[in-house]
């Protein structure tokens, strides 16, 4: 039997043979094909028979052109060729035939088709051509007409004969080529689109019987080879204008090529310079040397030269050609200048069997300066402040820049329910974006939270990830960084101050003395609001900017907030574990007039402030938010607003620097994003909305942002989706779960452990049976994960004591319980080699996710009391809830005041399913008692209290702060882990 190297589609349910109309096959592929067909179904054309070659055996790629028509119901050909020995395949033309088409259009076509075809229907071929014909015949025809010199180019829509690219013009349209301008360039931004116009009119002047047939002009006729990889090596001694044409007619495909120092790279970004005075040179310990010319042309060496804007080269004629951007092999392209500078002994990672402390891991490994890092990642010189060599602040304005690049991939890394050391969560978010950069060769951005000092120095330590997966330097990253925490400390204390000072001049001034001092007479004897005072008038129903056209009771209603002393829930805040602020009394001082009253410190990353930090959008939406956190209430009932005190906008001026994200970077190099610190227990632990929109753009679509939820998926991740998501539009691709032997065998009924205390023998010796029991509490938590819509993968985190029978019960089980894949990790041993195994899994994920099937536990319709539940039943196995006296009062106000369609943000033990710390496992049918409620109206959600929850730590009887000390000779941190 003859073999049929063709795959026919036969659905008939749209143009098939026998429909009227105008009658139209597509020869064609890939998007420019498929361009072309849903335009000419747009214009009401017939689309009878759509051609394309077959993919290849093993590709998982489909064609977009068949794939469009498939989903429309078009008749589809795919096959291999149209000839075998220069005569058309039977099976193949008759396939064709089937169509019966009046005309065929010719979309980015790669066979050679048959007369037989061609000749076929009534109006025979059309074809498009990206060159003004007879100028740059044959299938590289914008590279010539870049490397050339040409300025204007254009496309062609010609009736096709027995030639290369030589039948008669039907029509033309101009481009203009302009001096910089690639390959890419020209055709995604003018050629492509105006070419998939240009057949459009070309298929309605050829069924309106009007068409042009003009003969080409066989004297001015040009035609050029394919370009290949071998013809693209650079020849410097030519002109600097002839080599920069060389260069971006050669990009991105094939790609200009020359060897560096022994190595072949690729060239892009290059720029023409008549002198090279405006450049800034850098020195560097060995010369470059560029292997000269083309094959057989100007053989020898030819010196080149760096300064930051790039590669610096001068040409034959004197003038300087600057190449912006290096490839070397199949990594990703990076700046000239980063290329040159990574080559040192940056991020240069000596991996031992016996691992050290993170503190020396992270010393001994020589960062990247941040300058280099920001070119490697595409943030500009005017979009970054520098802090220091290794971290930076960058600017919102990266996301004006970037508004219409498409997102990467978004991917939550998460947790079971944690032992106190915690399993791991920084360590295996770090790994695995060290993963995806090194062995995945993917653009991969790591986003975190800033970790309070009250842990570093107290028992939990700092939260730099760990072993040969961390983020550095990790001193600066556990301390005080680039100082948010600080803005949100004074921001948060300056609030409180402003609502103690406003009280204690209530409570002794009249009304007209508090009018006169808050609106003073100027020198001509007028008065005048602040901005944010209109705000208050506003919210009062006053529209007045004349302070003295306040009537009396206008004027009392805004000098007066009357604030109830035992409605207020604002405290002061210090980012330090300190038992002893947990109750203080304020107002002891002989000055305050007796006005005392009972308050408390909270640890700083506590705040609200932090919680708005961490989800604002933008400086305005900040402003907003700061604007309307609620202090306490009024004596009748009203919610007192930052802004009603006057000091929102003087805590957005102490923000404006901390709502910028922090760039640093792993041990191996890859970029890293530090912002917002709000712990998950209390608040909703997650790093800031912000820093993961830049991160989503800056690796571009098939890049990947990881991201962490603090503790357990039922905390942290519960949040990440309900809160954090549903405020950013954010959709992720895939949860991690992070899961360890250690934790599981608690779970499953093991000893109890302490913080500060060593290990059980149950932990470091196998115990199949504790692993088993405990595998449940994993299971539920990649459930949860998997109720949200999203592909759930998990990593199980390798400890030195956990034995392959004890992981493979974990990795069993995860995959019953659901999980995409499960997947033993080594990173903490081994870096980003550790958790290769775990990348892939997570880009598979990725790649099968469907965001389409994204959801929120609950809409923002139902009641609070509606909200709480859905949490409480679904996330954390209870079957009912209870309420206090004071948390029904408090649901009640705040659903009046219109606050009961925000989020549910539980402050709830992250120790336990339920609210006793002491039950592991996946426990069910509990009830959940609320003691209490409480509106943060600016960050925008309702956290209801799950019983005694602590906002000040306390130290413990042996902190970490022991350990930790100054090296005086060498002025290194040692102690910190």
């Not at 090194?438 to 330590?461: D, E, N, W, Y």
């Not at 409480?872 to 009046?896: D, M, W």
């Amino acid at each position: 039997m003859e073999r049929i190297e063709h795959l026919v589609t036969h659905l008939r349910t749209n143009g098939v043979a026998g429909e009227s109309g105008n009658r139209v096959a597509i020869i064609g592929q890939a998007a420019f094909g498929a361009a072309v067909y849903k335009k000419l179904r747009e214009d009401g054309h017939n689309i009878v028979g759509v051609f394309t070659p077959a993919e290849k055996k093993d590709s998982t790629r489909k064609d977009p052109l068949a794939e469009a028509a498939r989903a429309d119901g078009v008749y589809v050909v795919q096959n291999r060729r149209w000839k075998r020995k220069g005569v058309p395949i039977p099976s193949v033309l008759e396939a064709y035939k089937q169509c019966n088409p009046d005309i065929n259009v010719m979309a980015f076509v790669t066979q050679f088709i048959p007369t037989e075809v061609l000749e076929y229907p009534r109006l025979k071929t059309i074809q498009y051509h990206p060159s003004l014909l007879p100028l740059h015949r044959g299938n590289s025809a914008i590279h010539h007409a870049i490397m050339m010199g040409d300025t204007i180019t254009g496309y062609t829509i010609f009736w096709v004969d027995d030639g290369v690219d030589t039948g008669p013009i039907l029509l033309q349209e101009t481009v203009t080529i302009g001096p910089n301008a690639t390959v890419n360039d020209l055709y995604g931004k003018h050629l492509f689109p105006e070419g998939v116009a240009g057949l459009s009119r070309g298929v309605s002047l050829a069924f309106s019987g009007k068409a042009p047939r003009d003969v080409q002009d066989e004297s001015k006729a040009t035609s050029e080879c394919v370009w290949t990889k071998e013809l693209a090596h650079v020849d410097w001694s030519r002109e600097a204008q002839s080599v920069h044409n060389f260069i971006r007619g050669s990009a991105r495909s094939p790609g200009a090529w020359t060897t560096i120092n022994g190595k072949q790279v690729t060239l892009f970004k290059s720029s023409v310079h008549l002198s090279n005075a405006h450049l800034e040179t850098i020195p560097l310990d060995e010369p470059i040397i560029l292997a000269m010319g083309a094959k057989g042309v100007g053989r020898g060496n030819w010196p080149a030269q760096l300064s930051t804007n790039g590669l610096i080269v001068q040409c034959g004629d004197g003038a300087y050609v600057i190449v912006g951007e290096i490839r070397l092999g199949r990594d990703p392209p990076q700046s000239a200048y980063s290329y040159f500078m990574t080559s040192k002994d940056y991020n240069v990672i000596n991996i031992l069997d016996n691992v050290p402390s993170d503190i020396e891991i992270a010393q001994a490994v020589k960062p990247l300066p941040v300058h280099i890092l920001c070119q490697k990642i595409g943030v500009q010189r005017n979009e970054v402040d520098y802090h220091g060599p290794f971290k930076a602040k960058v600017h919102l304005s990266v996301l004006d820049r970037l508004a219409d690049r498409k997102d990467g991939k978004y991917v939550c890394v998460a947790g079971i329910t944690p032992t106190p050391f915690g399993e791991g969560k920084t360590t295996i978010t770090v790994g695995l974006s060290q993963a995806l950069g090194a062995i995945l060769k993917k653009k991969v951005f790591t986003c975190v939270r800033q970790p309070s000092m009250g842990p570093t120095f107290g028992i939990k330590g700092g939260a730099a990830g760990g072993g040969y997966s961390q983020i550095i330097p990790m001193e600066e990253f556990n301390l005080h960084l680039t100082g948010d925490i600080h803005a949100v400390t004074i921001a948060n204390n300056l609030l409180a101050a402003a609502l103690d000072t406003r009280m204690l001049h209530e409570a002794s001034q009249s009304d007209k003395a508090l009018f006169r001092r808050m609106c003073p007479k100027k020198k001509d004897g007028s008065r005048s609001f602040s901005n944010v005072m209109l705000r208050r008038l506003k919210k009062l129903g006053i529209n007045k900017t004349n302070p003295d056209d306040l009537t009396k009771d206008e004027l009392h209603r805004w000098v007066r907030l009357d604030v109830d002393p035992s409605t207020i829930t604002w405290k002061r805040v210090v980012d330090l574990n300190d038992r002893y602020l947990r109750k203080i009394t304020v107002g002891q001082s002989k000055t305050e007039k007796g006005i005392t009253r009972e308050t408390g410190f909270d640890i700083a990353v506590a705040s609200e402030v932090m919680a708005v930090l961490a989800l604002t959008t933008d400086m305005t939406d900040m402003r907003e938010r700061l604007g309307k956190m609620v202090v306490g209430y009024s004596k009748s009932g009203d919610a007192i607003t930052a802004d009603d005190l006057g000091v929102g906008g003087a805590l957005t001026v102490l923000m404006k620097d901390a709502i910028l994200p922090t760039l640093m970077q792993t041990l191996e190099g890859t970029p890293v994003f530090v912002h917002a610190g709000p712990f998950a227990n209390i608040a909703h632990g997650n790093s800031s909305i912000i820093a993961d929109k830049i991160a989503l753009k800056l690796v571009e679509e098939d890049g990947f942002v990881i991201t962490e939820a603090g503790f357990g998926a039922d905390i942290g991740m519960e949040k990440f989706m309900n809160i954090k998501c549903r405020n950013s539009g954010l959709i992720p691709d895939c949860v991690v779960i992070c899961s360890t032997v250690r934790a599981l065998k608690m779970h499953g009924g093991g000893p109890t452990i302490k913080a500060g205390s060593p290990l059980d023998h149950a932990y470091t010796t196998e115990n199949l049976d504790l692993v088993a029991k405990g595998v449940c509490n994993m299971q539920h938590m990649v459930k949860i994960a998997k109720n949200f819509g999203v592909q759930v993968v998990v990593g199980i985190n390798q400890f030195v004591w956990d034995t392959p029978a004890e992981l493979e019960i974990v990795r069993k089980a995860a995959l019953e319980a659901g999980a995409f894949d499960a997947v033993i990790s080594n990173h903490w041993a081994k870096g980003s080699e550790g958790a290769a195994n775990l990348a892939r899994a997570v880009d598979a994920a990725c790649s099968a996710n469907d965001r389409s099937n994204f959801k929120l536990l609950y809409p923002s319709s139902f009641t609070l009391k509606e909200k709480i539940l859905e949490i409480v039943q679904k996330v954390y196995l209870g079957a009912k809830v209870e309420y206090s006296p004071i948390a029904e009062k408090r649901i009640s106000l705040y659903e009046k005041q219109g606050l009961g369609h925000l989020p549910i943000c539980m402050a709830k033990t992250q120790y336990s399913l339920t609210t006793d710390p002491a039950i592991k496992g996946a426990p069910s049918g509990h009830t959940v008692l609320i003691a209490d409620v409480k509106a943060a109206a600016g960050a925008g959600f309702i956290y209801p209290l799950c019983g005694a929850m602590t906002t000040m730590p306390g130290l413990s009887t042996r902190p970490a702060y022991y350990d930790i000390d100054l090296d005086l000779k060498t002025g290194a941190i040692v102690g910190l882990f």
